[in-house]
Each structure stands twice: as C-alpha cells, then as structure tokens.
T-cell receptor
C-alpha cells in the first residue's frame, strides 16, 4: 500500500473536456510534486510545491494547472489537452530537510490518462 | 550538472540467479543516490538510498547497492532473484532544487530505467 493516494486510477477525456487529478498524503510532508511518465521512460518533473506554494514549474503548458489547497492535498486541473498528453501522472511528496537535499520521494500509484 | 546512466535497458535472468543492474552517475557536488522500483501499473517505490557513511547499502526485498566514488557507480545487486522481482528499476541522483525557508529540496535526475525480467 502506498501512503500517497491518487484518484482516479484511470481517466479518459476528450480534448475539450475539463478534468482534475487528485493527490493526498498524510505523512506531514511539506513538499509535493507532479511528474509525467510516458511508456518505457523515466518520470519527468512538472511542478513542485513547497509549503503549499508553487516553487517550480518546468515550463509546463498552461493547459495543466496545479493547485495545492492545503498541506495534504495536491490537484492537477486539466483543460484542452492533446492526445500526446496521454501518460501516467504521478504525484509524490517528501520532507523538506533543513540541511540537505537528500529526502527521498514517496510516490503514489499514478493516474493513467488517455486523451482522445 | 548531474546525470545518470543505466547501461542496460533490459536484463533477463532466470529465477534464483544473481543479478546486477548497473548505474553510473556524474555530479559536481555532494551525491545522494537512490534506486526506485516500478511494478506494472504502479508508482515508484524506494528500494534503497545512499546519503553518506557505509558504501554498501541494504534495501528492501533483499537488494543491496554499493557506492563507488572512484568509478562513479552505484550498481544494484541481488544474490538470488524471484519472479516477483520482475519490474522496471530506476537509478536516480539528487541535486539541489531550491532553498526556501531555511530548508532545501532536491531534484531527482533519473536514469532511463532497466527492465528486469525474471524467467522461471
């Protein structure tokens, strides 16, 4: 069982739809991440939230809109996606250590997104 | 700059045989190294990590890895594999992403992954 919960597990949406992906963790982590993973590829970083504020946006198109309502929740709002956006979307969380960047990430099981 | 090279994209092996998955890294600063495993239709699970101290690191499911600074390697090993070990394995190095509120976050640079397939 993973301590990071993502819903839904699968999502099929058309190019004109609006949908949201949800992520929840109760480990007290203050950093949360969105990754995109295409088949047979490593995960690619999209967004990082630190203390509920957006810290990093890896030049992600505006059709992806992240939101962090509180320290336990992370959403990814989707609008006007393209078929090439079909992928596994992974949420992760980590502690925010004072001294060093060595805190491992805890991943959810992901949402398998298909854009038709 | 940080980067990770996983030399083998696929490693087939028979059950109960030993296995080594190779990982080399490049980093100009302090190194923190990780191995993650991804089973089909799941997210990534931390296998083990090297932060400092002993160069031989033991992880879950009987895996271990050895940090070799002179060869810039962090190879993953298991003396006897099971069919249930069939999965994708990712090596990763952490680099400073940002410093905020007196703390730091790391960014993971992943290798391309190695598919381990264990045959009966």
């Amino acid at each position: 069982d993973t301590e990071v919960t993502q819903t839904p597990k699968h999502l099929v949406m058309g190019m004109t739809n609006k949908k949201s992906l949800k992520c929840e963790q109760h480990m007290g982590h203050r950093a949360m991440y969105w990754y995109k993973q295409k088949a047979k590829k490593p995960p690619e970083l999209m967004f990082v939230y630190s203390y509920e504020k957006l810290s990093i946006n890896e030049s992600v198109p505006s059709r992806f809109s992240p939101e962090c309502p509180n320290s336990s929740l992370l959403n990814l709002h989707l609008h006007a996606l393209q078929p090439e956006d079909s992928a596994l979307y992974l949420c992760a969380s980590s502690q925010v250590p004072r001294q060093d960047y060595n805190s491992p990430l805890h991943f959810g099981n992901g949402t398998r997104l298909t854009v038709t | 700059a940080q980067s990770v090279t996983q030399l083998d994209s696929q490693v087939p092996v028979f059950e109960e045989a030993p296995v080594e998955l190779r990982c080399n890294y490049s980093s100009s600063v302090s190194v923190y190294l990780f191995w993650y495993v991804q089973y089909p239709n799941q997210g990534l699970q931390l296998l083990l990590k090297y932060l400092s101290g002993s160069t031989l690191v033991k992880g879950i499911n009987g895996f271990e890895a050895e940090f070799n600074k002179s060869q810039t390697s962090f190879h993953l090993r298991k003396p006897s594999v099971h069919i249930s070990d069939t999965a994708e394995y990712f090596c990763a190095v952490s680099a400073r992403l940002l410093a905020d509120r007196g703390s730091t976050l790391g960014r993971l640079y992943f290798g391309r992954g190695t598919q381990l397939t264990v045959w009966p």
